[in-house]
């Protein structure tokens, strides 16, 4: 498949997608936010913690999700609840990767910040593309868990 016909695809695709942003400071949120809709995406909302996330999910398919939020370290437990509950597609965001380890088993993978407007573009576009079942490779920046599946 040529880039074009991925890059339309993905973009007719792209129109009804719909980012939820878990993170507890407010300007990197606001700076996600603009990002994701310059890509023509829709942000489901902007989440500090546990209780908005949940409120937010139902209308996400794709989170950004820190590790450290508001109510403590709850990022990993909120990612599983988005993945599992909602089948929501998850990547952390976040400047502590090494918080992951061992817990990240319901992701893509991880960003570590400060993360360039165009990383997160990439994994945006990764992610979307592996909801929908597409070839895509993997971004630079991302790094990748390997998934085991239970």
């Known amino acids: 498949m040529s880039a074009n016909v991925m890059s339309r695809r993905l973009e007719e695709t792209a129109r009804d997608q719909r980012v939820l942003i878990v993170e507890d400071e ?16 829709t942000v489901a909302g902007l989440a500090t913690g546990r209780d908005k996330a949940l409120a937010l999910a139902a209308e996400a398919d794709v ?10 370290a709850t990022g990993p437990a909120i990612a599983r609840e988005l993945a599992e509950r909602y089948g929501i597609t998850v990547i952390f965001m976040t ?6 380890r061992g817990r990240a088993d319901c992701s893509l993978g991880v960003l570590t910040k400060p993360v360039m407007p165009q990383v997160i573009e990439e994994c945006i576009d990764y992610a979307l593309a592996n909801r929908n079942g597409w070839a895509a490779v993997v971004p630079n920046g991302l790094k990748v868990f390997s998934h085991t599946h239970h």
Do not use: K, R, S, T
Not at 95 to 100: F, K, V
């Open 26 to 41: 407010f300007l990197i949120a606001l700076d996600v936010a603009d990002i994701i809709e310059g890509m023509g995406l």
């Open 95 to 100: 400047a502590n990767p090494e918080q992951l």
């Open 63 to 72: 989170a950004l999700v820190d590790v450290n939020l508001a109510d403590g």
